[in-house]
C-alpha cells in the first residue's frame, strides 16, 4: 500500500448556460501516479433534471492489466454567495479498468443555476474536487510533473492564476482598503470571489453596444453579493451606475435613429419616385431633340 495522496483542483466551467448535453472534461490532473479528471453532464443525464459530475480516470483502455485505486472523492458546487450554500457530496470508490467513472448524477437542480441563486455567476460554474488515494493495486507510471492543472498564486491572501497576477496586484495598490471588511474565510470560495471581482470589473470595461441588460442585471446581483462579502466597492458600484446610465443613452439614441429614418422612409420613397420621373423626362427629352430625316420622303417622291 502507497503512502496516502490527495489533491484539490478548482474546475471552472465556463459559458454554462450555452452547453449542450454532450459531456464536457477538466483538464487531466495526477494524483497517486494515476491521471483523473472531472466529468460533468450540463445537461439531464439520462433524463436527470440534475447536473451531475463524475470523477474519471482517462484513457482506460491504456490502463496495466490488475490496475485498481481505491479512492476518495469529495466534490463541491461552489456557491458563490455563501459557502453555506455550496453543495459538497463524498464517496469511497474503488477504481478499476471495468469501472473507471465514479461520482454523483445529482448534484443540484438544473433549476437551481441561474445567478440569483449563486451557483451560476457571470455564466461560470465552479466545481472544487479532492481526491484521496487510499490504496493502490498494480502501478502506473506517471509524473506528477506531468498534470495539466495550473499552480495558483497567492496575492494578499487570495489564490489567483498566474495570468490574473498583475491585475490583482494593481487593484490591491489602487483601492487599499478593498478587503479591510472582508469576511469570507474559506480559500475556495476567497477564490471564487475574486473571479467574480475580476469578471465583472472586465465586464464593466466592455462598449455600451456589447453590453445587454441582462448582463448588466447580471452585475448588479454579482456586485450585491461582493458587497456583502465585506468588500469595499463603492467606485465599483459607481462605475457600474456610469455604465447603465451610458447604455440608457445608447438606447435612447438608436431608438430616436429609428424613428427619424421611420420619418424620412416617406421622403426617400418620393425621391425614388423623381428620380424616375426625371429619367423618364431626359429619355422624352432626348426624343425630342432627334433630328428629323427627310431622305424618305424624298426617295419616295422620285
Known amino acids: 500500500m502507497e503512502t496516502k495522496l490527495d489533491t484539490t483542483i478548482t474546475w ?8 449542450q448535453s454532450a459531456p464536457i472534461y ?7 501516479g ?5 466529468k460533468a ?20 483502455e491504456s490502463l496495466p492489466i490488475g ?15 455563501s459557502e453555506n450554500l455550496s453543495q459538497l457530496k463524498v464517496r469511497q470508490q474503488w477504481f478499476d479498468q471495468k469501472l473507471s467513472s465514479w461520482g454523483f448524477p445529482a448534484m443540484i437542480p438544473l433549476t437551481e443555476l441561474h445567478a440569483k441563486k449563486g451557483f451560476l455567476v457571470n455564466g461560470e460554474l465552479k466545481v472544487v474536487a479532492k481526491i484521496e488515494v487510499l490504496e493502490v493495486v498494480g502501478k502506473l507510471d506517471v509524473s506528477q510533473e506531468s498534470s495539466s492543472v495550473v499552480e495558483t498564486v497567492d496575492v494578499n491572501g487570495f489564490q489567483v492564476l498566474p495570468s490574473q497576477v498583475e491585475s490583482v496586484k494593481r487593484l490591491f495598490e489602487k483601492h487599499l482598503d478593498i478587503v479591510s471588511k472582508f469576511r469570507l474565510k474559506n480559500p475556495y470560495l476567497k477564490t471564487a470571489c475574486m473571479n467574480v471581482l475580476l469578471s465583472l470589473i472586465q465586464t464593466l470595461c466592455q462598449s455600451p453596444q456589447e453590453l445587454s441588460n441582462d448582463g448588466l442585471s447580471d452585475a448588479g446581483v454579482a456586485l450585491e453579493y461582493l458587497i456583502e462579502t465585506g468588500l469595499k466597492l463603492d467606485w465599483l458600484e459607481k462605475k457600474l451606475g456610469e455604465v447603465k446610465e451610458k447604455k440608457k443613452k445608447e438606447e435612447a439614441c438608436l431608438v430616436r435613429l429609428r424613428e427619424m429614418d421611420e420619418q424620412l422612409q416617406p421622403f426617400k420613397k418620393r425621391c425614388l419616385d423623381i ?4 429619367s423618364k423626362e431626359k429619355e422624352e427629352l432626348l426624343a425630342a431633340r432627334e433630328p428629323l430625316s427627310l431622305y424618305d420622303d424624298i426617295d419616295n417622291i422620285a
Open 12 to 19: 471552472v466551467i465556463k459559458n454554462f448556460s450555452s452547453l
Open 26 to 32: 477538466s483538464e487531466i490532473f495526477v494524483v497517486g
Open 34 to 38: 494515476c491521471k483523473w479528471r472531472i
Open 41 to 60: 453532464f450540463p445537461k439531464r443525464y439520462y433524463n436527470n433534471e440534475y447536473i451531475s459530475l463524475f470523477v474519471d480516470v482517462p484513457h482506460k
Open 67 to 81: 490496475w485498481r485505486r481505491h479512492a476518495k472523492l469529495s466534490l463541491t458546487l461552489i456557491n458563490q454567495f
Open 275 to 278: 428620380e424616375d420621373q426625371i
